[in-house]
């Protein structure tokens, strides 16, 4: 099987612009390539990824949706790196047997039925736009079983929940060292960006006086100063954007990971990254994380937006065995899993086309 990977065109991968979704494609080429799939990945320009060579197209990236109205109308640049990525892919179709888009955005969902070779989506976010919603409902319904999500609870924010198929995350485990002992620290992981939360995990942090360690790349700037101003006596530190192996180190060290999405995440890799550290995840139940955390055994699940419910959580992190967060990530979430899903999912869409 070949297989052409389109990614996300919001940023270059590596710039971490594009979220879960740089990590999660990385993943998922990695646990291809073990099944001796072959794999060619298509990217915007200055993309970086491993030692994994990339077809790089030069162009204006696309908007993040999450910062954009529900109602608002597709938006394409002039010289758009999302048309010119699928222009290419056009181009070289016939030399694969199935396409793979990661990018959340209006253009190769229109695009898919005038195509040769069976396109797959992969949709990392939940329902966040009218005109997203039409269209990936309308190519569900003519190409089932081509629409992949990453839980059913993002699943669920869709009119079309029914006919997406699931497919969770994995990870490299063995680039995650298990940390038995923890400092008195926590982490908060992630794009800073507003439906992120990260005000409350900085409050939960000044209510505790635990420091907390930020990691992640700015994406929204003016946010970061407000909290930065609202916040000045919380004892946070931020490290900046870091490699996996950095993250993994820091991240390690830590008591627990908080996670404070206002939105439905579509997954939340950095869940499952804490917990491959032996770090329990402390999260508002919302979104991807509650299908991640097991509540009270690999870290708690606490009211959305409810700063005390995150400070009464922090005080019984004693209760959570920081083996079980590990062997969670071992059971559920291994590389081998994530390749084995994928192909299977593949193999179902050839079947039918
Ligand atoms: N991340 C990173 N370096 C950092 C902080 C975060 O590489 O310093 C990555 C992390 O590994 C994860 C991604 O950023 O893959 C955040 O993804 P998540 O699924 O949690 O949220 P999203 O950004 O997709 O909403």
Same mark, same amino acid.
């Given at each position: 099987?070949?297989?052409?990977?389109?990614?996300?065109?919001?940023?270059?991968?590596?710039?971490?612009?594009?979220?879960?979704?740089?990590? !999660?494609?990385? #993943?998922?080429?990695?646990? +291809?390539?073990?099944?001796?799939?072959?794999?060619?990945?298509?990217?915007?320009?200055?993309?970086?990824?491993?030692?994994?060579?990339?077809?790089?197209?030069?162009g204006e990236l696309q908007t993040p949706a999450q910062t954009q109205e529900r109602n608002i109308p597709i938006i394409m640049a002039g010289n758009?790196?999302?048309?010119?990525m699928w222009e290419y892919a056009r181009k070289v179709q016939a030399e694969y047997d199935l396409i793979l888009n990661f990018a959340y955005d209006w253009l190769p969902f =229109? +695009? !898919?039925?005038?195509?040769?070779?069976?396109?797959?989506?992969?949709?990392?976010?939940?329902?966040?736009?009218?005109?997203?919603?039409r269209i990936i409902g309308q190519i569900a319904a003519q190409f089932p079983g081509t629409i992949g999500v990453h839980t059913a609870i993002q699943a669920a924010t869709f009119p079309f929940a029914s006919q997406c198929k699931c497919l969770g995350s994995g990870l490299d485990l063995s680039l995650y060292e298990f940390?038995?002992?923890?400092?008195?620290?926590?982490?908060?992981?992630?794009?800073?960006?507003?439906?992120?939360?990260?005000?409350?995990?900085?409050?939960?942090?000044?209510?505790?006086?635990?420091?907390?360690?930020?990691?992640?790349?700015?994406?929204?700037?003016? =946010?970061?100063?407000?909290?930065? !101003?609202?916040?000045?006596?919380?004892?946070?530190? =931020?490290?900046?954007?870091?490699?996996?192996?950095?993250?993994?180190?820091?991240?390690?060290k830590c008591k627990a990971l908080l996670m404070t999405p206002r939105w439905v995440e579509a997954f939340g890799n950095v869940a499952i990254e804490a917990l491959a550290c032996g770090v329990p995840v402390i999260s508002y139940r919302r979104g991807g994380p509650v299908s991640i955390i097991r509540d009270g055994e690999t870290g708690f699940?606490?009211?959305?937006?409810?700063?005390?419910?995150?400070? #009464?959580?922090?005080?019984?992190?004693d209760r959570i065995d920081?083996?079980?967060?590990?062997?969670?990530?071992?059971?559920?979430?291994?590389?081998?899993?994530?390749?084995?899903?994928?192909?299977?999912?593949?193999?179902?869409?050839l079947a039918k086309s």
């Amino acid at each position: 099987m070949k297989l052409l990977l389109m990614s996300t065109s919001v940023g270059p991968l590596g710039s971490g612009l594009g979220g879960g979704v740089e990590l !999660t494609l990385l #993943n998922i080429a990695i646990g +291809l390539q073990k099944r001796d799939i072959k794999i060619d990945i298509v990217a915007p320009s200055g993309s970086k990824l491993n030692s994994i060579p990339i077809v790089q197209i030069p162009g204006e990236l696309q908007t993040p949706a999450q910062t954009q109205e529900r109602n608002i109308p597709i938006i394409m640049a002039g010289n758009s790196v999302l048309v010119n990525m699928w222009e290419y892919a056009r181009k070289v179709q016939a030399e694969y047997d199935l396409i793979l888009n990661f990018a959340y955005d209006w253009l190769p969902f =229109y +695009l !898919t039925p005038f195509f040769h070779t069976s396109i797959a989506h992969l949709v990392s976010m939940g329902s966040l736009s009218e005109t997203m919603d039409r269209i990936i409902g309308q190519i569900a319904a003519q190409f089932p079983g081509t629409i992949g999500v990453h839980t059913a609870i993002q699943a669920a924010t869709f009119p079309f929940a029914s006919q997406c198929k699931c497919l969770g995350s994995g990870l490299d485990l063995s680039l995650y060292e298990f940390c038995p002992q923890p400092e008195n620290q926590l982490a908060w992981l992630g794009r800073i960006s507003p439906e992120k939360g990260l005000e409350d995990a900085v409050a939960a942090a000044q209510i505790t006086g635990i420091p907390l360690k930020i990691m992640g790349k700015i994406q929204d700037e003016n =946010y970061w100063q407000k909290i930065c !101003t609202n916040y000045p006596q919380a004892p946070v530190k =931020y490290l900046g954007f870091l490699t996996t192996t950095q993250l993994q180190q820091e991240l390690g060290k830590c008591k627990a990971l908080l996670m404070t999405p206002r939105w439905v995440e579509a997954f939340g890799n950095v869940a499952i990254e804490a917990l491959a550290c032996g770090v329990p995840v402390i999260s508002y139940r919302r979104g991807g994380p509650v299908s991640i955390i097991r509540d009270g055994e690999t870290g708690f699940l606490v009211e959305p937006d409810s700063v005390d419910g995150l400070v #009464n959580a922090i005080a019984h992190l004693d209760r959570i065995d920081r083996r079980s967060c590990r062997q969670q990530t071992e059971v559920e979430y291994s590389l081998e899993a994530l390749g084995w899903r994928f192909e299977n999912w593949f193999k179902s869409i050839l079947a039918k086309s």
